[in-house]
């Protein structure tokens, strides 16, 4: 069977402390929620109540394209989480490909994820790697003696900065924040610092593998918005992983192709759009998300009532 209906999910929503009110009002604190995820249920048509990563290992390659199975098989590669940050995050670090199967199990994912900022206060700030002359025994003590914080790298950011983070840098998010971000599949978070608030069951410290994949000679860099005109497409992302693209659009449509090589995930972060291919139309409203199977080639993005912005993750 080939796939080529555009897939609306639902989102899962998780609320931990540091959550905010924008992405669910009424429902605060909601930090997190997941709008594209293995583990996310198909809303609609013939494959409703079935989740991303059951169709993605039944159907494989007509979901997830070619490019996505020679590297990464049939599991679903990515993970799509929107953020609202009220406070500041723990200070954490994943690991690469390597250090996660040595340090989890051969099933494991790397984690090496970007962000794309959709609004921010005006001094808002995150954490990206660590002060130029921070050397590995340097890292490791401060890690264990909890005086790590005086050796990270602040970075002012603003709505429309992309920034890239590589597998083993060390990151937090700032209060103010809310953002787009994509990463390999995987929940691999070592927590480095707290703030201080008290460890528990749920918010544990892990010391000795954050050591182990904490890199000392890397701090990531915030890219600004790249000029969009009406019905461009611009790369923010490309890596190895995942690539992200910018849509914007005023009246102009958009036209997009999978080629059968990656499935594409659409997410709706201004304005309303329409995805129209030859055989059915959607809606997006702002924050919702579609993925469209890699089977299901050419289509075309609209916007609706003037400017939309969408961003597109692929393989
Ligand atoms: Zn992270």
Known sequence: MILNSFLRLEPEYRDYIWG?????????????????????????????????????????????????????????????????????????VHPNEQQAVKLED??????????????????????????????PDILAAAIRNGSVIEHVQYAAVSAGDTIFMPAGTLHALGPGLLLYEIQQSSDLTYRVYDWGRPETEKRRLHIEKSIQVARADFAAQASPMPDCGDGTQQTL???????????????????????????????????KGLLQSNKERV?????????????????????????????????
């Open 20 to 92: 905010g009110d924008r992405l669910r009002p009424g429902h605060a604190p909601t930090a997190e929620v997941w709008v594209v995820w293995e583990e996310d249920r198909i809303l609609s048509g013939d494959l409703a109540g079935r989740t991303l990563g059951e169709i993605s290992s039944q159907f494989g390659e007509s979901l997830l394209g070619k490019r996505t199975v020679d590297r990464t098989g049939k599991r679903f590669p990515i993970l799509i989480k929107l953020l609202d940050c009220a406070q500041w995050l723990s200070l954490q």
């Open 106 to 135: 051969s099933l494991q994912f790397g984690k090496t994820e970007a962000w794309h900022i959709l609004e921010a206060k005006p001094d808002a700030k995150l954490i990206a790697g660590v002060k130029d002359d921070t050397s």
């Open 237 to 271: 992302v490309q890596c190895e992983y995942f690539s992200l693209e910018l849509l914007s659009a005023n009246s102009n449509p958009i036209e997009l192709d999978t080629h059968a090589e990656s499935f594409h995930a659409i997410t709706m972060i201004e304005g």
């Open 283 to 315: 809606e997006l409203e702002k924050f919702q998300t579609v993925v469209v199977p890699a089977s299901l080639g050419k289509y075309q993005f609209q916007p609706i009532d003037g400017n939309c912005r969408a961003l597109k993750a692929s393989v």
